[in-house]
Each structure stands twice: as C-alpha cells, then as structure tokens.
C-alpha cells in the first residue's frame, strides 16, 4: 500500500489546529518533520509498521518522509468524538543545509535520526512539549521559531522518548498510486466490520493477488492478514475503553469470526489478555493539555 505524497504549504514552521470529524488524512508522507499533539478525538494511528490506539494527550514526533495516517473511525457502540488536535511542521533544513553539522547540534541531529522511525513522546517532556505547541498556535514569525527551538531542546535531551516502527522499516517511497492507495485504504476501513479478504481487496485495486500481495507487503512490510488483524486490535482496544460491550461483542463487531483468534492476535500484539488491557485502561486518567 503506497502511501501518498502530501505538498505542504511552504513555511518556516507552520502551527495549525485540526478540528472536525477527522483529521483530514489518509495514509501519507512528506519531507517536512511532524509533531501531533491529539488533544482529543482520534481513534488509532498508523505509523510506519505500527498500529496503536489514540488516546487523548498523545503526542508524536515524525521525521522526513515516514509514511503515517490519523484515524478517527467510528464504531457501534462507542461515542464518537471530533478531532481536536495541534500539528506542527518544518523542513529539517529549516535553518539552513549545515546547521546540524556544528558540534552544539550533536543532540539535534541524534534525535532527528531516531525520529526517522517515529518517537512517542511521554512523561515530563510530553507535558513540557504540549504546552509550548499550544503557545505556537498564538505565535508567528521568530517568536514560533523560537519555540519550536525550546521543543527541540528537550527532546534532545529527554529520556521519555519511545521508538514507534520497528528499526527495520525502510518504506519504498514514490510520489505515484495515490488514486489507488487510496482506494485500497477506504475500501479496508469501510469493510473492516466484514469478512474481508485479500482477493477482494485484490480486486477492487485492479490487480492479481501475488501482484498485490508483493505490493502491499513492500510498503508497509506486513501481509495484509497480519496489517488486518492490527487494525481491527486497535479498534478493539478503542471500545474496550469505551464501551460497556463484552469482549466477545466488541471482537465480533471489529471483524472476527473466530474468539480463538481474536485472543492470539490480541495477546500478540498487546501481551495480555483484552480484559486485563480494559482494567489497565481503565485506570488511567489521560492527559489532555491546553484543551480551553
């Protein structure tokens, strides 16, 4: 599944707020760095090889061309929230083609190599970085710039950074397939409920199954089983958190047909069991900075 080539709006660093339904993407890359802070709303993100839930207060970091996508689906059941999220973008040759080659940029350019993979941002850095995002919405010119430095700064030191794809996730990136990348990802979403296989899927794309399959595989290095059964864990988890539904009501209207299944794929993927991931959700209290 190719992801598209998004054409930013050409700024220094450029602050906006997302609001609506969704957050107004599919599965996409583009050469700018990007930070999202979801504030509230969203239902899973899709980043590299990685496939996890949103929760209010999630922040990311995102380096030059990682291919990622925000979800905010809705499920029976469950209520639907709007988007309301910060997104940050820069080029990283914002300050020119040999900033980072001075020796004070050491920390910067250690930690825009590791955001190559995708870095979820946690404890005190997240709380630090949220709050400076919400001033940059009210900030244009060197102000902006110079938050965005202080943002830098942190996460350059910060110990609370975790790494999202796997190490071993090199995407083959070509501005090309969009109308077919997208008919491949709205197809799979609005199916994600039914009994969906690869030969559909194959099909509505316009190609063979070995030939798909090759596709879909180089990409996103997953088997579109294994990539179906990611995305349908992470709708779980959403109701699970919040819906009252019983386990096996949530599985069956997330797409599986068999519980024997759903709790191999689900201990896989999260270690657990789906009632001990409902306690431990549970009983987190999530963090939304700056949500006035």
Known sequence: ??????QLVPKMVACQRVKGKNFGCQWHFHPEMELTLVLSGGTQRWIGDNMSPLR????TFLGSN??????????????????????????????????????????????FQQAAHGL???????????????????????????LLLEILQELSTSRSLVRIASPGFFPELQVSDQERMGLITSYIHEHIEDPLYLTDV????????????????????K??????????????????TETDATVTEIAMNCGFDSMANFQSQFRRLHGCSPKI????A???TPMAPGTT
Not at 99 to 110: H, P, S, T, V
Not at 202 to 221: I, P
């Open 202 to 221: 194959a099909r509505h794309a316009g190609m063979s199954e070995g030939t798909f399959s090759r596709f879909f595989r180089s990409l996103t290095r």
């Open 120 to 146: 979820h941002i946690t404890g005190r850095s997240r709380e630090l970085v949220s709050q400076i995002m919400i001033k940059m919405l009210r900030t244009q010119g060197i102000k902006r710039l110079i």
């Open 223 to 240: 088997t579109f089983p294994a990539y179906l059964n990611e995305l349908r864990v992470a709708r779980v988890c959403r109701l699970l």
């Open 282 to 284: 549970m009983s987190i």
């Open 56 to 59: 209010e207060g999630d922040l």
């Open 1 to 6: 599944m190719k992801p598209v080539y998004e």
């Open 66 to 111: 990682l291919p990622h996508d925000f979800r905010n689906d809705p499920a029976p059941g469950a209520p639907f929230h709007e988007v309301n999220a910060v997104n940050v973008h820069f080029h990283p040759e914002f300050l020119g083609t040999n900033w980072l080659q001075w020796a004070e940029m050491n920390n910067i350019q250690r930690l």
């Open 277 to 280: 991931y409902r306690q431990r």
